[in-house]
């Protein structure tokens, strides 16, 4: 698989290729679901996109973990964590997609 990053221009150019706004419409259309999604999980809700997943922030207690060179143990503070849960429809399409691109034969 190859090492490929979409960045955010490409999100924007592709809605104003697939939607029809004009280049610059697009560009704020974009920038305000991210903010919308950051704001969002900064207020500690959960975020659901239909067909694609959630996104929500977990809390994560403080715990002792160990300095792998020297066995020192070592606290590691409390902190919260993003997690992504892709939906069961981007699993099997990223699946499917793998498969076709493997030469794997689907079940019939």
């Not at 560009?27 to 999980?41: F, M, N, Q, R, Y």
């Not at 996109?49 to 959630?54: D, H, P, R, Y």
């Amino acid at each position: 698989m190859a090492d490929r990053t979409i960045t955010r221009a490409q999100l924007s150019e592709a809605v104003y290729q697939e939607v029809g706004l004009s280049r610059n419409e697009s560009a704020d259309l974009l920038e305000t679901v991210l903010g919308e999604i950051a704001s969002a999980l900064t207020r500690g809700e959960s975020v659901k996109i239909s067909s694609f997943g959630s996104f929500s922030v977990r809390s994560k207690g403080q715990r002792i973990g160990r300095n792998p060179k020297t066995g020192e143990e070592v606290p590691i503070l409390p902190r919260k964590v993003l997690v992504f849960r892709p939906s069961q429809f981007l699993k099997a399409r990223v699946n499917d997609d793998l498969a076709k691109a493997s030469g794997a034969k689907q079940p019939s």
